[in-house]
């Protein structure tokens, strides 16, 4: 068409570009290549409202004696008014690619008639038509690879909600998930995250880092990202200029803190946060993150969301199951239990199947029984890592197992480092870090107590219901 320079800049919603192509000779001055430069959005959508008056047909012939023109694209002083007809140093032709809905796809920018003059109304058409059949095409092939993207990733919802549900183990749900989102979303890292809001606390179920699993223990809460989803329910993306500007407008500053998220795992540029409920009620969070700018999109938002809604659908139903394997479990082994004690009326072959029960069923290292003798507790019986304790008297007044039966409440207590003479001395025999104790009451009154030492896990309330 008889133009030195073309450059072809496709656009993202933001009018950042995403593929530039040049043709041509070479800009040699400096004048022409400030005007064909690629520029970020930001000075596009400050440009699209005056190019307007320089509008002709689908084209945008820039006048370069407009003092506009040629301080934005040339960074220069007027150029003094032509002919009309003869191309000046700071002419410029713009051509703006729109879909079918309107939207900015790209810019095209033309320089450098070798003819130097300005196109004519038949060069004007035939630049148009070239426009417009662009346009077209780029739309076209835009359209389809969006529809290729969303079926694939439709193929990996689809994929992930067969795989969530294959499970009924916590913990390896959350495993599944975490492949399932890296395998979707471009991630660094992937993390599942228990927040309390209530506690300030921030408690990392599982996190994947570049493919490796690291543990990190409880982290204070604060008021990072996961604290916001947390608070508001409604997923957090950060990093993205869409995101971004839409959080300075809305006052939501300033920024939030990526901590919570990342730990010491490094840095991050881009992270996308969503909430993972069941009905009302927050289970977790749902967290990735990449060391590049603008990674994450509304279409990744929508996608990370419906696999946390599978994930918690499935990790619901494993609690569900999980609860009703240990209430099945306790049934059993309580009917056992009254089985085992009504099989004999010898006092030591009961207290021994009662805390060989107990054992089992609580997975404790030891169980003991003290019963009442006046002012002191006897233990009766014992069990596992308590046996050294068989034999011994303990005080009611002053000892923990008498606390329990005095006050005949259940006692439940994870950390064994109690400053007492009298614990202390249990301590030389048998070192406790965490027990229970339930007090034994019959018609007559408390006759003693049974007790349970030391596992991994804490103890509860329910393990105190079933001792």
């Known amino acids: 068409?008889?133009?030195?320079?073309?450059?072809?800049?496709?656009?993202?919603?933001?009018?950042?570009?995403?593929?530039?192509?040049?043709?041509?000779?070479?800009?040699?001055?400096?004048?022409?290549?400030?005007?064909?430069?690629?520029?970020?959005?930001?000075?596009?959508?400050?440009?699209?409202?005056?190019?307007?008056?320089?509008?002709?047909?689908?084209?945008?012939?820039?006048?370069?004696?407009?003092?506009?023109?040629?301080?934005?694209?040339?960074?220069?002083?007027?150029?003094?008014?032509?002919?009309?007809?003869?191309?000046?140093?700071?002419?410029?032709?713009?051509?703006?690619?729109?879909?079918?809905?309107?939207?900015?796809?790209?810019?095209?920018?033309?320089?450098?008639?070798?003819?130097?003059?300005?196109?004519?109304?038949?060069?004007?058409?035939?630049?148009?038509?070239?426009?417009?059949?662009?346009?077209?095409?780029?739309?076209?092939?835009?359209?389809?690879?969006?529809?290729?993207?969303?079926?694939?990733?439709?193929?990996?919802?689809?994929?992930?909600?067969?795989?969530?549900?294959?499970?009924?183990?916590?913990?390896?749900?959350?495993?599944?998930?975490?492949?399932?989102?890296?395998?979707?979303?471009?991630?660094?890292?992937?993390?599942?995250?228990?927040?309390?809001l209530d506690g300030d606390m921030l408690t990392t179920a599982l996190r994947m880092v570049r493919g490796v699993e690291r543990a990190r223990g409880p982290v204070r809460l604060g008021d990072g990202i996961v604290a916001e989803v947390a608070r508001t329910g409604r997923p957090v993306r950060v990093g993205d200029r869409d995101a971004d500007r839409a959080r300075k407008r809305a006052g939501l500053i300033p920024p939030l803190s990526m901590y919570d998220v990342l730990g010491e795992s490094g840095v991050a540029t881009s992270v996308l946060a969503v909430p993972m409920r069941v009905g009302i009620r927050l289970l977790a969070v749902l967290a990735v993150h990449s060391t590049n700018a603008d990674v994450y999109t509304a279409e990744d938002e929508e996608v990370l969301a419906t696999m946390a809604s599978q994930a918690v659908t499935a990790m619901a139903n494993a609690r569900r199951y999980a609860e009703s394997e240990r209430e099945r479990r306790t049934t059993e082994a309580l009917a056992d239990v009254a089985r085992a004690v009504g099989e004999s009326l010898r006092l030591g072959e009961v207290l021994r199947r009662i805390l060989r029960h107990t054992v089992s069923l609580l997975g404790v290292e030891g169980a003991c029984v003290a019963l009442r003798n006046g002012e002191y507790l006897h233990i009766m019986a014992s069990i596992g890592s308590a046996d050294v304790l068989s034999g011994v008297h303990l005080p009611v007044i002053g000892s923990v197992i008498g606390r329990s039966v005095v006050s005949n409440e259940l006692i439940v207590l994870n950390d064994g480092n109690t400053e007492t003479a009298i614990q202390r001395m249990v301590q030389s025999h048998a070192p406790i870090q965490r027990m229970v104790i339930a007090p034994l009451i019959t018609g007559r009154g408390t006759i003693g107590a049974i007790a349970v030492i030391n596992r991994d896990r804490p103890f509860d309330q329910d393990d105190g219901k079933v001792l």
């Open 1 to 196: 068409m008889g133009f030195d320079r073309v450059v072809i800049s496709l656009r993202d919603a933001s009018l950042n570009p995403l593929l530039v192509v040049r043709a041509g000779l070479p800009e040699t001055t400096s004048q022409s290549g400030l005007a064909l430069k690629p520029l970020p959005g930001a000075v596009w959508r400050r440009r699209l409202s005056h190019l307007e008056r320089f509008r002709v047909g689908d084209l945008h012939l820039l006048d370069g004696s407009d003092p506009w023109v040629s301080r934005e694209f040339f960074g220069a002083v007027a150029h003094p008014a032509g002919d009309g007809d003869t191309w000046l140093p700071t002419d410029l032709i713009v051509a703006l690619l729109r879909g079918a809905d309107g939207n900015l796809l790209g810019i095209v920018t033309l320089a450098g008639p070798r003819d130097g003059r300005r196109p004519s109304e038949v060069c004007r058409c035939d630049l148009s038509a070239i426009v417009r059949h662009l346009a077209a095409r780029v739309a076209y092939d835009a359209l389809r690879e969006l529809a290729e993207r969303r079926h694939q990733r439709l193929l990996r919802l689809q994929e992930a909600g067969a795989s969530l549900t294959r499970s009924l183990d916590e913990h390896e749900i959350m495993r599944e998930l975490t492949r399932q989102v890296q395998l979707a979303v471009r991630a660094d890292g992937v993390a599942v995250l228990i927040p309390d």
